[in-house]
């Protein structure tokens, strides 16, 4: 099955940086990778995704990049704000379309 | 409206008992899931149903049983419940079909069992 590395665990980040999590899947038949967004005490929410027949796609102050030859994928966020802060989970889908998900990255905004 | 509804928003119950938690969706999606998170906040699938029809069972214990009466609603019900079952429970919903879509999730039924 589908095994998703997500890393770093927690990410520590001053208002204005940028940051950056990073995922590697196992399994070359994934081709939808998502990325979620969950605020403390709230629900995840889709904040952005890719698929595999595309490299890199952006939304404003986030971005995803896709690289499948080494089978890993990012999430950029450029110019933190502390709203910003929450735990983000990425997932990559295959043939099943059942999404597997990173153990998640906590992303702290100091303002 | 609520796109993907669950009740009761928290449970609190002792250990041994039967519990069930609600989920319904307006969105028209086929495709239903249960997922546990844990305090770690690592997010488990458990069940996903396409059309009514149970497609994935994790390895979940047997006390575990979702029902899915309709292609809108997938309800969770937990038999003799132990501590190690307080997580928080999320249902969430997706369209079917070729390339993966991504989820909408419920806002969450935290259960602690004591």
């Known amino acids: 099955g589908e095994n998703v590395e997500q890393h770093p665990s927690t990410l520590s980040v001053q208002e204005g940086d940028s940051a950056v999590i990073k995922c590697t899947y196992s399994d070359s038949a994934s081709n939808y990778f998502p990325w979620y967004k969950q605020e403390l005490g709230k629900r995840p929410q889709l904040i952005i995704d890719i698929r595999s027949n595309v490299g890199e796609k952006k939304d404003q102050r986030i971005a995803v990049t896709l690289n499948k030859t080494a089978k890993h994928f990012s999430l950029h966020i450029t110019e933190t704000q502390p709203e910003d802060s929450a735990v983000y989970f990425c997932?990559?889908?295959?043939?099943?379309?059942?999404?597997?998900f990173g153990r998640g990255t906590s992303l702290i905004v100091h303002p | 409206d609520t796109a993907v509804s669950q009740t009761p928003k928290y449970l609190v119950t002792q250990m041994g008992n039967d519990k069930s938690i609600k989920c319904e969706q307006n969105?028209?999606?086929?495709?239903m899931y249960w997922y546990k998170q844990d305090s770690k906040k690592f997010l488990k699938i458990m069940f996903s149903?396409?059309?009514?029809?149970?497609?994935i069972n994790e390895t979940v214990p047997n006390r575990f049983s979702p029902k899915s009466p309709d292609k809108a609603h997938l309800n969770l019900h937990i038999n003799s419940l132990e501590l190690g079952d307080s997580a928080v429970y999320f249902c969430a919903s997706s369209p079917s079909g070729q390339g993966g879509y991504g989820y909408t999730f419920g806002s969450g039924t935290r259960l602690t069992v004591v």
């Open positions: 969105l028209g999606h086929d495709t």
């Open positions: 149903y396409n059309n009514k029809e149970l497609i």
């Open positions: 997932a990559a889908a295959g043939g099943s379309y059942i999404p597997t």
